[in-house]
Structures are given as structure tokens and as C-alpha cells.
């Protein structure tokens, strides 16, 4: 099967600085696919390339095996995005529903159409009459995700779409998401904080790190004073303990630290191990994928996420309160030597 | 209070009158004030859309020309316009010095600045993620810009507003090109000018009263229309 979207050799770059670097990824075709990755990593970056919105500044994407540059304009139009920050048109509400459709030269049962797509989101239809100006900030979010659903995209992408809504808004919306992929067959990418929303709702991850593909599960990036002594890098945490880690073969210290969530090793406290922290597991969730769980923990003010195997978490008793100890293992220790968020335009 | 009630009397029976004198002179001072703003918006609107949305070399230095010319002295428009249209002038053999339409020039002039300089500030404070929506909604270029213009409404309503009322209120343009010919290119600012020198101050003002009630009526008309599209 064609993959929905096959990107090959995508660097993009703004004022001068590469913000994405990827060799090669494909997309399948229908489904959910789930962007993870921390701010800066670039995903709101690759999600407006997905969506056409600018080319890469090299490379090719591929959409269903064709040249992005040479779809025809209803093929591009098959492609909507929801921004993290969406412009409402300074018009009524059923306006802004009545843009996109007018774009595409849809206007019969435009009025029925409207009705349905803000009946998705949780609106009523006079909910229509009303101005911009007269939104609160989560109703607006509702009326730009119902301004996208009212198009009936074959390929919906999506970034944070429930970012700074409340819980009820957030639930109609993840609702009405799902409802467009059963009714539609739309295709949906999304870009969400919300890993157990993702986990819970994806066919696939996707991660993103620094603009590098990476493993769907972001891992404990920490910034902060790292101080070098005898060849280790160590930084005092917030709560009076240090972290110390293999330093960089670098003349200077990078400003943050990478840990991939399987390098923190995790022991009962009562075990004669040795332990580099001590730490509050605080919740433990299933990961997708594997048999594994994710552990998240309290250590000294950071909040760090560990994975075991469900059976080490059920034999130590690793359930949320517990005090663990942890072992960092230097393998998992990565510097990173250029994140910096400010440097992202998009994320 | 009694000069003011003088000038206000004089000039409700300046208009009740049908002076023709006087009414050549509104007439005069409407029509080619309310063509020169058309003139302005149909050649300042793009030139300020692509002044605020492109990006190119030598943009900044063209945007600061544009504030630059904001404080343009309408003598100095009057002067150039002169020089254009005087018979030994580039486009003498147009014949339109001392026409209407010579003001209308000048007046074109007057206005374009403020209209390009307010169109692309407008477009300037447009969000980022303004584009980024549309173009995610399936807009094309040509869309964008038709949607750029109808968001930047309010903004482009305050333009000509502005443009408006340097545009009617000024004197030095219509003064030198106009030449200040009764029943032709008289207007209101020129005629209050001549009243002025004559000394008679009450007509002068009479008449000044006249063109701020005229500014009064646009402005109502605007924001009329600005109310309704907010509604």
C-alpha cells in the first residue's frame, strides 16, 4: 500500500539555523498517527510541511506517492490543518465555518453542513450568529477544529488541538476527532502534549527530538548549572541532591541532558544497590506497543519518567508513593549539543 | 458668543442662500477631494498589501520613505505638481494646470502615503499564524491576499479616514494648481483663504464651519459602515 505520506531528505531551515532533519519517514495510509516530542523538538515545524502550508527548504514529500509540488489544487485542498494558534476570521462564527467550503466552491447544504460540524464540537447551530469578538478562548478553539471538520478532509492534521481548552471542551473535541476518522475515513495526524491521549487514541508515534526522529517516548531532557568535576558532569537538584553523569567529549558543557527513560534502572530502596537518586514514583501507566510500563517519578523537584517491565513493577511494589532508588546508566546518557527552543519558530 | 453666533448664523444663510458662489465651492471641494481618496486606495491598497507582505531588498528603506512622505508639505506637492504641469513642465501639453483635476493629482499625492503607509501596517500586525491557518484551509495566494484586505477592514476604513480629512482640509495644492478660479477650481480652503485676506473673518469662518460639517457627514458615513460590519 502507498504510504499516505513519504518524506525523503527534509532539512528545513529558518534564519539560518536547521530546525528539522529527517533522512526518511513514511506514514501509513487511514488511522491515527500520534507526533510526540518535546517543545522545540520541530513537530508543529514538520506538521505544517505535511500540510503544504511552505515547502522544505530541501528534500521531497511525497503525498500518496505523488510529488507534493505537483498535486493540483483540489488534491492540496484534500489536505487541512489545524494550527496551534488558529486565526478566527474577524466575521460571524458561520462564517468562518462557510470559508473553507466557499474555497472550495461547496455550497450546496452548505447551511446543513455548518449546522454539523459546530453540533460535533458541542456547539448549537445559533452559535453561528455570533461575532468573533464574542468567543472565549476555548469556544474559539471549538469553532476553528469545527471549521476544519465541516470540509470532511481526507487527511486532517492536527497541532495540540486541545491545548489550553478545559476538560469538557477537550472531551467534545477528541470526540468529534475520532468521529471525523468513522464517518470520513479521514486520515489524522496529531501533535499532542497529551501522551495518554495519544497512546490511548493512535494506531502509531511518531517522536521527534531536536528535529531528529527519535523514539516516541521523549525522554528526560534537563537543562540547568551543569558543573564539570573530574570528568563527570553534575548538576545540583532543586531538592539538594546531584545528578552526575558521564560528561561529553566536549570542551564545553551543553546545556541540557538527554535520558532515555530506559537508562534510569530503578531498585528497592531496602536492596544493597548502588543508587545515584532517590525518587516518589508518582504514576505508572501502560505503554503502547510493548509490554513495558512507564513510571513516572519525583526526584528532588524534576519530574523524570523511568520504563520497567510490568513484572519488576509488580514484584517491587513500584506502585505510586513508593521511594525508589535509581541507577542512571550512562549508555542511555546522551548531550545534545543543539536544542534550543528559542531557535524554533514553530514549536 | 456673539461672534460665534454671528459666524453660525452667516453660515446657515451662506447655505440657505444658494450663494452659487459658495455652493460652486462645496461642490468643487467634494468631488475632487472624494476622487483623489478613490485614486489613493485603488493605487495605495496593493502597493501597501505588498509593501507589508513581501520581502524583498531595499523593502525597509521603501517603508521608511513611505513614513517619510506621511509629513509631505502640500506646498511642496502644489510646487511639484506646478512644475509638472506647467506648459514648460513634462506634461504641459496635458493642459491641466488650473483644472480640477491638476487638485486632484496633488491631492492623490497628499493621500497615497498615508494610505500605503496604514495598508501596510496592517498587513505588517496580521498574525503569523493568520497565514498559516489559511493556507491550512486551502487558500491560494490570490485568496489570501483578497482574504488579507477584507480582515484588515478596520484598519483600511481608519486609512481612508485619515487620507480623508488631509485630503479635504488642504489648502497649499489647491491653492497653486488650482489657481483659486471662482465658479471653476474654487474650494472651500481656497475661498476661506481669500475671505481671510479680504477680512472678512466671519465668512471665513462660516465657510470653515461648512467643511468641518462636511467631514462630519463622511466620518458618520464610515463609521456607519463600520458598525454594520461588526454586527
Known sequence: MIPLYELEGIRHRYNGNTVLRIDHLAIEQDGITGLLGPNGAGKSTLLALLALVWPPTTGTILCRGRDSRQLAPGERRSIVFLPQDPWLLRRSVAANLAYGLALRGLKEKQDARIEEALDMVGLPAAFGERQWYQLSGGEARRVALAARLVLRPAILILDEPTAGVDEASASLMVEAILHARQAWGTSLIIASHDRDWLNQVCDRRIGLLQGRLGSPLPGNLISGRWKMESGLATRRLPGGQHLVLKAPETDTLPAWAHIEPGALQLHRLDKATRQDLQGTVIAVRHQPDSGDLILDLQVSGLCLQATAAADQVRTNNFWPGTTVGITVDPAGVHWPDDIDSSKNPSD | MTLFTEILGRAVSLLASGDPGVWSAIRATVTVSTASLLASLVLGI?????????????????????????????????????TLLSRSGPLGEL????????????????????????????????????????????????????????ESRFGLLAAAVTAYGRILTEVGISMMVGGNIKYHTR?????????????????????????????????????????????
Open chain 2, 95 to 150: 493642459n491641466l494646470l488650473f483644472t480640477l483635476r491638476a487638485i486632484g493629482i496633488g491631492q492623490t499625492i497628499l493621500g497615497l502615503p498615508i494610505v500605503v503607509a496604514l495598508t501596510c501596517n496592517q498587513v505588517e500586525h496580521l498574525d503569523r499564524s493568520f497565514y498559516i491557518s489559511l493556507k491550512g484551509l486551502g487558500a491560494d495566494s490570490g485568496q489570501i491576499l483578497l482574504t488579507t484586505i477584507f
Open chain 2, 46 to 82: 496593493p502597493a501597501g498589501f505588498l509593501l507589508g507582505y513581501c520581502r524583498f531588498p531595499g523593502r525597509q528603506l521603501l517603508r521608511t520613505l513611505t513614513d517619510t512622505l506621511l509629513a509631505l508639505p502640500t506646498v511642496f506637492i502644489g510646487l511639484l505638481v506646478y
Open chain 2, 187 to 231: 474650494t472651500i480652503t481656497t475661498a476661506i483663504a481669500l475671505e481671510t485676506g479680504k477680512g472678512e473673518f466671519a465668512t471665513g469662518m462660516a465657510l470653515g464651519l461648512v467643511l468641518l460639517a462636511i467631514a462630519l457627514l463622511v466620518n458618520s458615513v464610515l463609521t456607519l459602515i463600520r458598525n454594520r460590519w461588526q454586527q
